[in-house]
């Protein structure tokens, strides 16, 4: 079992930066391929980027492709996303989850998530 907490949401105005933050509990992190995922009101949760067990491969998004950076930090079991020329569209809870099993870093299957931090952009 590993726990995930995020943090850094809040509220930014279009063209703006934040950094979340997702700490992880327990030794097995540097097993997982983690990523992050966001849900919009009235809308489904969708895959925003993923990150290998290395930190050495990324996968993101078309839409969050050139704003968005995934990275983590195994020594510290945390993964970041750094996301830059924000836009009101991105608002939305943004989750944080890990995929234990997976043999390859994927959009689909993951195991663990944590509560979600909100993140809203105003025009």
């Known amino acids: 079992q590993v726990q995930l907490v995020e943090s850094g949401g809040g509220l930014v105005q279009a063209g703006g930066s934040l950094r979340l933050s997702c700490a992880a509990s327990?030794?097995?992190?540097?097993?997982?391929?983690m990523g992050w995922f966001r849900q919009a009101p009235g809308k489904e949760r969708e895959f925003v980027a993923a990150i290998s067990r290395s930190g050495g491969n990324t996968d993101y998004a078309d839409s969050v492709k050139g704003r968005f950076t995934i990275s983590r930090d195994n020594a510290k079991t945390t993964v970041y996303l750094q996301m830059d020329s924000l836009k009101p569209e991105d608002t939305a809870v943004y989750y944080c989850a890990a995929d234990r099993s997976g043999a390859t870093l994927s959009r689909y299957g993951y195991d663990y998530w944590g509560q979600g931090t909100q993140v809203t952009v105003s025009s």
């Open positions: 327990g030794r097995a992190f540097s097993t997982y391929f």
